[in-house]
């Protein structure tokens, strides 16, 4: 991250925003099997990924 931070400082702050938004919304399961952990890490793994993809398309505008 630092390497990246040095050409792409925003995006760094955005992606770090995300993940700090993401740790407060993380709850405790609510059971403690198999398909809830599944589905609760698809749910988060989702919204992670969404965030990535916009960062990545913004650091891809700016670089060029």
């Not at 938004?21 to 952990?37: A, F, H, M, Q, R």
Request: charge should be positive; include cysteine; aromatic fraction near 6%.
């Amino acid at each position: 991250m630092l390497l990246k931070e040095q050409k792409n400082h925003n995006d760094v702050i955005t992606f770090i925003k995300c993940m700090q938004k993401t740790w407060d919304e993380i709850v405790g399961l609510k059971s403690n099997d198999y398909i809830t952990l599944k589905d609760t890490l698809l749910t988060y793994k989702n919204k992670v990924d969404k965030e990535i993809s916009k960062l990545t398309l913004e650091g891809r505008r700016v670089s060029n």
